[in-house]
């Protein structure tokens, strides 16, 4: 008997898991769109598509893992904390923005936001608690039905959609699809990785939408996950914003479809989750903020010092031979591609690193990006070496996971 209980012990430990779940997180009322300050504090309009929070649950032995892709602009750190609250303690979260720019405005989630900024949300209580009610639950029925899996697939191809939007860009056009093997039917595709910002509809758009994002998400039944999007756009083709959705939806499909596929997990691989922090220097204001923004000195450095997180974390998880990296903020391509090199020499099949999750702490550029200024510096809140610390801590959390075995 007790070999018999250690064996199913042993089988439990080397099993993985796997359920999801989608919930519709349109709000009720009109509110204030993100992501674009032109459209000061106008209200959206009614007529938009749905809007949705999507989970992929994960579970190996007592590792619980939900990733969680929401259709907003981004995940405050308050929002993070609230969901938190409201699932299982035993469950790690993996919490994600697609970075859609017709959205309501996350702002209106960061309980650090209490203070006006034209072209901004301030902070509601009362719809912080409305998400993070929606999204736990999301997560909460997830759990439901598992289906175990004999493996878990990766394709990985390149595709052309998407465009560099700072001097030396070089925009990462991996895009990997993961899917998960019951060995009854055809493997189930559970995420789509690529990098572009959900910027296909401009600011004139005040009705709500998922953007490219959105779209390939219901397309192909996947939830996704954004990359390092720090200088990336998506790139436009169509007529329309509609037809370069479509067109970025089906260039992605064609990239990777006809590619062999991988397995990364197999029974009796590892499935492991870890945070690191990341060693942040004071906040202060770019030396260009002030002026780009025609405020004072002493405003700028007063804005930045309440909008900028105090401290700021790696999110990572292993299944097998794929690491998923998050960073709270939006790294731009080099450094995501400097993340994703070293986990490869550390042995990892495919490493994707994911911009947006379990927090905000604005754009992450290397040093020499931050000292060319532009929008995106102007946004970088804790100096020049931001960027090479987030490195440091993604590489760190690499370490972690390629420890455990």
């Not at 030396?168 to 910002?197: E, M, R, W």
């Not at 709500?208 to 998400?217: E, F, I, L």
């Not at 990364?264 to 923004?293: C, E, N, R």
């Amino acid at each position: 008997m007790i070999l018999l209980a250690v064996a199913s012990l042993v089988l439990q430990q080397s099993s993985l898991a796997v359920s999801r779940n989608q919930v519709d997180i349109t709000p009720p009322n009109l509110l204030p769109l993100g992501g674009y300050t032109e459209r000061g504090s106008k209200l959206g309009e009614s007529g938009g598509d749905s809007l949705y929070a999507r989970t992929v649950f994960f579970q190996s032995g007592k590792t619980k893992i939900a990733v969680v892709s929401v259709e907003t602009l981004t995940i405050p750190e308050s929002l993070a904390r609230e969901v938190k609250k409201r699932i299982p303690q035993d469950v790690s979260l993996f919490l994600a923005a697609t970075h859609t720019h017709s959205a309501p405005d996350s702002q209106m989630l960061n309980d650090r936001m209490t203070f006006a900024i034209p072209g901004i949300a301030s902070y509601k209580r009362i719809w912080l608690l409305w998400y993070a009610d929606k999204i736990a639950t999301c997560i909460n029925h997830s759990m439901a039905h598992p289906s175990q899996l004999v493996a878990l697939r990766i394709r990985e191809g390149h595709a052309d959609a998407n465009i560099g939007r700072r001097k030396f860009a070089n925009p990462d056009k991996s895009v990997t699809l993961t899917y998960g093997d019951t060995g009854h039917g055809p493997p189930q595709l559970l995420i789509l990785q690529y990098a572009a910002h959900g910027t296909v509809y401009g600011a004139k758009r005040m009705q709500t939408s998922g953007d490219w994002p959105g779209y390939a998400a219901e397309k192909f039944g996947a939830e996704i996950l954004q990359g390092a999007i720090g200088d990336v756009l998506p790139k436009e083709s169509g007529a329309t914003p509609e037809e370069s959705i479509q067109t970025i939806a089906q260039t992605l499909a064609h990239a990777a479809i006809d590619q062999p596929t991988t397995t990364v997990w197999s029974p009796g691989g590892p499935v492991h989750f870890v945070t690191q922090a990341i060693s942040l220097d004071p906040v202060k204001a770019h030396p260009t903020m002030a002026k780009s923004y025609g405020v004072p000195e002493a405003f700028a450095e007063g804005i930045v010092t309440q909008f900028a997180p105090p401290t700021a974390n790696i999110t990572a998880f292993r299944i097998g031979k794929l690491a998923i990296v998050g960073v709270p903020g939006e790294p731009t391509s080099i450094l995501g591609q400097q993340i994703k090199d070293a986990g490869r020499r550390m042995g990892f099949k495919s490493v994707l690193v994911c911009s947006h999750v379990n927090g905000w702490m604005g754009y992450i550029l290397a040093p020499e990006d931050y000292d060319r200024g532009g929008y995106e510096a102007t946004l970088s809140f804790y100096g020049r070496d931001e960027g090479a610390k987030v490195v440091q801590a993604g590489i760190a959390a690499l370490k972690q996971l390629s420890a455990k075995s």
